[in-house]
């Protein structure tokens, strides 16, 4: 399907939308679905949104970066998919990392991506014979959407989504971008069969509620007596594990009064079952991730939302749906600079993120809201953990955002950030959802306040 | 900074794989990789300063951050050897000891093995499962805790095994419905699949919780249906999903009970959960004496499931977790295929229960026999071997192959997706099977890879290593070691010529015991050295202690690691008697109440 299709979307009402998205419209998903707590921002009656998306290894800077100035300015070669989309974004050049502390460029990069914080020097990913090496840990802070989630508590049914592509990798820093605080990673979910099914689905009706209310109020005395069994080291683990089961007894109930549950899949995941973790079905998987995260937003599933495309480390895997054969990371990123060839596919490669990232624009822009349309109250940040793959730069990492986060932030503008680094991005964004006493943005951040000529 | 000199190490960033006992393998390999510390030079970030930075006034997520984590610690030195084992005089005659032992959650291959074990066959594919943590090579899941979707996964995966168990619940759980009637049979799975599931009778109330949660479920689908849906909830427990263990009487260090040893034995010799023989050694109580224990371990170490462990723990230790899925340019190596990658994949796991558990134990053999019990006729071209012999094994050509280090899939794991890799291949023996640190690379570099070259050999690409201070001090380490197995390509094929130049496959290990250390002539004489080596027989004890344990050793478990190695060098090296003692010793028979 492209994403260059016309299409005026000026008339294309939720209702339809919704429908055409599988959802029973008469569902409900406009009302909060629980009683919502006034401290979340909104717009024309509808809330703000945040969605954070990843995609690996930088990008080939001298063809991302748009031409001109603020005033007059024109998209490069790879970023030219988003034209149709030119005044809903905002480009950042000289967008720089602090790059400081433990850990290697592309590990240390995923996590320091949204919380602006360095990895811990503690003896998690270590070899384990204490020989006095300094090693390294999980990153040291919540990422902005968990911020944000803790501050303004928002009542949805849940109070955020990790989407990913091929995004399990192994359990450490390269492979986790988003944290609720300091060694506290969540895992994405890379299959959208699975995420459709919690999120939209009375999986199973009445008989399979009935069954897990049986397994949680099993579950919950057995924590609780295994809290006092284990050592006191273990019980924030069993604790944690335990707010677990409470969260989804919680939506267990929620899900019971119906709401924004449909009984259709969306289009792309009907038809044959596919392996959604396969790389050749990456493209796929992409798409429907992007598909899933608008009807999220559209109901109100959630309000925070990331994608993570891959890995921060290493993802030497091809793009065989754009017809590379040779992996992303090694060698392409590693060829050096005069290598022509590698460069082309390179950026055929990040062409096709722009392409997918224009491809969401177009489903968030379809949903009116108001005056405006989902787009228009949603903040999507977008980066990468390195500025370019074979130096590892930290400099002139590429950031766009798309939307106006409910009016909080001006758009289609190209910004240059003058070196200053992407903490200046992330204190804009908690101003953008109310969070303005908010001046620094994780431990690293060596300056203060939102960036320059971004906020409205 | 990391563009402000020219300085060239080549292939450290993401092209190195597994610097570690760090290592870990496949997407993330970086991670580890890159586990030693931020670069010594004094002009580097942390260069004198604090590493916190003071935070701002009005700084929110993040600031400050945990103090104890923080401490600067020292860069390590490249080559350094692992800590020294004590003396058997030192460890005469002392009280037991033993490290704190975190609380584990079962990996995914151990949850999988269970599920299989229990319920006759069903299980479900690990990747319905989050990824495992790891510490050091090897997966253990002691450090994070779990979050919503990973608990979901747990139940929706719990659901799933116990509605797929039951076409086969009389095999699984045989009861006279008849004579016992449904609630006695209730009572009775109650009381036996969940002793097995918990690995230590219920208690009352956890009886009396399941025998209600079976009425309901019974009273609306029958006898089936109740048991389906209590099996489902002792498949999502946490006393199924933890490791709980308990300690008997008080103190600082106490015996573990012996139900917690008999789950702790087997979940290191078996991958999986007690069979109903361990769990009646551990209500007789015979599992807190090191003789029976013993006696438990070599029967666990007979049986076909011990291959689980044999496999799992080599595919770890020597890295080779990505070999399934690794891919590579088709055009430099047109034969690597899927099926290719399993077979190498297999032969590891096979080789080493076939040494390990059928032949002779030993450690030599596992680094020098040239034999391959696979089955497929590509991997046999490959190595260009002939059909396998009456056992099963292939012969392979002598000068070639010697052991694990030369197998296909340690040498094309360890490679680029285009080229051989000295740099990966030397990082991996020195970190993972000499238990050696390796620092980061220096700050500045550019780990731009040379691109093979029609005229050039590998070798004369990376000779830039040397040439560079800063890349010489640790490349003439790790170089010295991965040079040595340029007769192979990428894949693993063996190779005399590259681009029409004799291979030169000299090379030189700079660390080590005397009988390790110097020069050598190629990967078979360096196999040979490594099977032999006290450091390598050193290591090799400290690594299964790792997996065994799920944790680094600490100065407390220092005899017993000590114990472990004497009964290892005291068996010529067998690696039968090198697991059979791990199981003996304080560290795995003992607990620390608090860290």
Redesign the interface.
């Known amino acids: 399907m492209s994403i260059l299709t016309k299409r005026r979307n000026t008339d294309f009402s939720r209702r339809n939308f919704l429908g055409s998205l599988g959802l029973a419209a008469s569902a409900g998903p406009f009302l909060p679905l629980l009683n919502a707590s006034g401290a979340e921002p909104t717009v024309g009656g509808r809330p703000k949104r945040l969605l954070l998306i990843y995609t690996p290894h930088g990008t080939v800077y001298d063809r991302w970066k748009p031409t001109g100035t603020d005033a007059a300015w024109q998209l490069n070669q790879i970023n030219a998919p988003l034209e149709k989309w030119k005044s809903k974004i905002n480009v950042f050049t000289g967008v720089n990392f602090p790059?400081?502390?433990?850990?290697?460029?592309?590990?240390k990069g995923l996590p320091l991506l949204f919380?602006?914080?360095?990895l811990?020097?503690?003896?998690?990913?270590?070899?384990?014979?204490?020989?006095?090496?300094?090693?390294?840990?999980?990153n040291?802070?919540?990422s902005l959407d968990q911020?944000l989630v803790q501050r303004l508590k928002p009542q949805t049914l849940y109070p955020s989504i990790?989407f990913g592509v091929r995004a399990?990798?192994?359990?450490?820093?390269?492979?986790r971008m988003i944290y609720t605080g300091?060694?506290?990673?969540?895992?994405a979910?890379s299959n959208p069969y699975?995420i459709f099914d919690?999120l939209f689905t009375k999986k199973g009706g009445d008989?399979?509620r009935?069954?897990?209310k049986?397994?949680i109020?099993?579950?919950k005395?057995?924590?609780d007596?295994?809290k006092v069994?284990?050592?006191?080291?273990?019980k924030?683990?069993?604790?944690?594990?335990l707010q677990?089961?409470r969260?989804?007894e919680t939506r267990l109930a929620a899900n019971a009064a119906g709401l924004c549950t449909g009984q259709t899949q969306p289009m792309g995941l009907q038809g044959a079952m596919m392996n959604a973790?396969a790389?050749e079905n990456s493209g796929w998987t992409m798409d429907r991730q992007l598909e899933l995260i608008s009807m999220a937003f559209a109901c109100d599933v959630t309000r925070f939302a990331s994608l993570q495309f891959?890995?921060g480390?290493?993802?030497?895997?091809?793009y065989p749906w754009l017809g590379i054969?040779?992996?992303h990371?090694?060698?392409l990123?590693?060829?050096?600079d005069s290598?022509m060839a590698a460069k082309d596919k390179m950026t055929k490669i990040y062409t096709w993120y722009h392409d997918r990232v224009a491809y969401l624009l177009d489903k968030l822009n379809a949903v009116p809201e108001g005056n405006g349309t989902l787009l228009d109250n949603t903040l999507v940040i977008w980066g990468s953990e390195v500025g370019k793959?074979?130096?590892?730069?930290?400099?002139n990492i590429p950031f766009i955002t798309a939307g106006g986060a409910g009016g909080a932030v001006r758009t289609g503008r190209l910004l240059s950030a003058n070196k200053a680094q992407h903490n200046r991005i992330l204190v804009s964004a908690?101003h953008a959802f109310g969070?303005t006493?908010?001046?620094?943005?994780?431990?690293?951040?060596?300056a203060?306040g939102p960036l320059p000529g971004l906020m409205v | 900074?990391?563009?402000s000199t020219q300085s060239w190490c080549i292939?450290i960033?993401?092209?190195g794989l597994g610097c570690?006992?760090?290592s870990?393998?496949?997407?993330?390999?970086?991670?580890?990789?890159?586990?030693?510390?931020?670069p010594s030079s004094p002009t580097g970030?942390?260069g004198g300063q604090g590493?916190?930075?003071t935070?701002?006034?009005?700084?929110?997520?993040?600031?400050?951050?945990?103090g104890t984590?923080?401490?600067?610690?020292?860069?390590?030195a490249p080559g350094?050897l692992?800590?020294p084992v004590p003396t058997p005089a030192a460890c005469l005659g002392k009280a037991p000891d033993v490290g704190?032992a975190?609380?584990r959650?079962l990996t995914r291959d151990q949850y999988v093995n269970a599920a299989r074990d229990l319920l006759k066959g069903t299980t479900v594919s690990p990747?319905v499962l989050?990824?495992?943590?790891?510490?050091?090579p090897f997966k253990t899941?002691v450090?994070?805790?779990?979050?919503?979707?990973?608990?979901?996964q747990y139940?929706?995966a719990a659901?799933g095994l116990a509605k797929a168990a039951m076409p086969k619940l009389d095999a699984i759980f045989p009861c006279d419905r008849m004579t016992a009637g449904d609630a006695g049979c209730a009572d009775q799975f109650i009381d036996k699949v969940g002793l097995r599931i918990y690995r230590r009778p219920l208690t009352a109330?956890?009886k009396a919780?399941?025998k209600g949660?079976y009425t309901?479920?019974a009273a609306?689908g029958g006898y089936a249906n109740g048991v389906r849906?209590i099996l489902?909830?002792m498949l999502?427990?946490?006393?199924f999903l933890?490791q709980?263990e308990?300690g008997v009487g008080t103190g600082a260090v106490v015996p573990l009970d012996s139900y917690s040893v008999a789950s702790r034995l087997s979940f290191f010799l078996w991958s999986s959960m007690p069979d109903d023989a361990l769990l009646g050694a551990a209500a007789g109580g015979q599992l807190n004496d090191p003789k029976a224990l013993r006696t438990q371990a070599e029967r666990m170490l007979k049986d076909p499931r011990a291959k689980r462990t044999l496999a799992s723990f080599h595919e770890q230790w020597l890295g080779l977790g990505a070999l399934p899925?690794l891919?590579k340019?088709?055009?430099a190596y047109p034969g690597f295929t899927a099926t290719l990658r399993s077979s190498m994949a297999a032969e590891t796991g096979d080789f080493a229960d076939a040494v390990i558990r059928e032949g002779d134990g030993r450690l030599a053999t596992l680094f020098s026999a040239a034999t391959s019990p696979t089955a497929d006729p590509a991997l046999r071209k490959l190595y260009s071997a002939g059909a396998p012999g009456a056992d099963g094994q292939v012969a392979l050509p002598v000068r070639e192959r010697s052991g694990l280090l030369t197998q296909a899939g340690f040498l094309a794991t360890h490679a680029?997706?285009?080229q051989s890799s000295p740099v990966r291949r030397g990082v991996a023996i020195i970190?993972n099977v000499m238990?050696a640190?390796l620092?980061?690379p220096p700050a500045g570099v550019?780990?731009?890879?040379p691109?093979p070259s029609p005229t050039l050999t590998t070798r004369q690409r990376f000779e830039e290593h040397e040439k560079s201070p800063s890349c010489s001090g640790c490349h003439k380490l790790i170089d010295g070691v991965g040079l040595g197995f340029e007769n192979y390509d990428g894949m693993g094929t063996y190779r005399s010529t590259e681009n029409g130049k004799t291979v030169d496959s000299r090379g030189e290990l700079v660390i080590g015991d005397a009988a390790t250390v110097g020069a050598f002539s190629d990967a078979v004489a360096l196999a040979k050295k490594l099977s032999v080596s006290p450091d390598v027989a050193t290591c090799t004890a400290?690594q299964w202690m790792?997996f065994a344990l799920g944790?680094?050793?600490?100065t407390a478990d220092g005899c017993s690691v000590q114990g472990a190695l004497a009964a290892f060098t005291g068996s010529q090296n067998n690696v039968r008697d090198l697991l059979t003692s791990i199981t003996t010793t304080d560290a795995f028979r003992y607990r620390r109440?608090?860290?």
């Open positions: 790059n400081k502390g433990v850990g290697a460029p592309h590990t919380t602006g914080s360095q811990a020097e503690d003896m998690t990913f270590s070899r384990p014979d204490g020989s006095g090496g300094k090693f390294f840990g999980w040291t802070g919540p911020f990790e399990g990798g192994n359990n450490n820093p390269a492979a300091p060694a506290k990673p969540l895992v979910e699975a919690r008989q399979l009935a069954e897990r049986t397994a109020d099993i579950l005395p057995e924590l007596a295994l069994k284990v050592s006191s080291e273990d924030d683990k069993i604790d944690a594990h677990t089961i969260a989804i973790n790389i891959t890995v480390d290493n993802d030497s895997r091809p054969m040779e992996g990371h090694d060698p990123t590693h060829a050096g290598d793959g074979n130096s590892h730069s930290y400099d908690c969070a006493d908010v001046t620094t943005f994780g431990n690293l951040d060596n203060t | 900074m990391f563009r292939g960033f993401g092209l570690s006992p760090g870990i393998g496949d997407e993330s390999g970086e991670a580890s990789r890159m586990a030693g510390a931020q970030a942390n590493l916190i930075p935070p701002a006034p009005g700084a929110m997520p993040g600031a400050p951050n945990s984590m923080m401490q600067p610690g020292t860069p390590n350094m692992s800590a704190f975190p609380l959650r990747d989050s990824p495992d943590e790891q510490i050091g899941n450090v994070g805790s779990v979050s919503d979707l990973v608990s979901l139940m929706e659901e109330d956890e919780r399941y949660g309901t479920h609306q849906v489902s909830v999502q427990s946490p006393n933890y709980v308990q899925t891919s340019d088709l055009k680029g997706t285009n970190k238990c640190t620092p980061d550019n780990a731009v890879a691109d400290k790792r944790r680094g050793e600490t109440a608090a860290k």
